[in-house]
């Protein structure tokens, strides 16, 4: 559970929001990269979901993850770094194992 919400958070972020996110400047605009990369980083996590929920209940978990790509892209773009985005994303694994840990473990 640590590794989830303490490690996982920044190599999910170095490689969406930053290597990911380079690549694609100067090819999209700012609204492309962030929708592509929320577009991949869902589905990256869908394919985790599909073992644990039955059709259609995978899709509904799936919309939130993009949108906090989106949310997490954009504060990459306003802020030039991927602190926040790091920051938010420990918070949202942290909330994530929290509601494993008291409900369905």
Do not use: Q
Not at 20 to 39: A, C
Not at 41 to 48: D, E, N, P, Q, W
Not at 55 to 67: E, Q, R
């Amino acid at each position: 559970m640590l590794t989830i919400m303490f490690v996982n958070p920044f190599l999910e972020e170095i490689y969406w929001r930053g290597y990911l996110f380079t690549k694609l400047e100067g090819k999209l605009g700012k609204r492309g990269i962030m929708f592509l990369t929320s577009l991949f980083y869902s589905l990256y996590h869908f394919l985790s979901v599909i073992p644990l929920f039955n059709w259609p209940y995978h899709i509904f978990v799936i919309i939130p993850v993009f949108f906090a790509g989106i949310v997490w892209a954009y504060m990459r773009i306003k802020s030039n770094s991927l602190i926040g985005s790091i920051a938010c994303h420990i918070l949202a694994d942290s909330g994530i194992m929290a509601v494993y840990a008291l409900f369905l473990r």
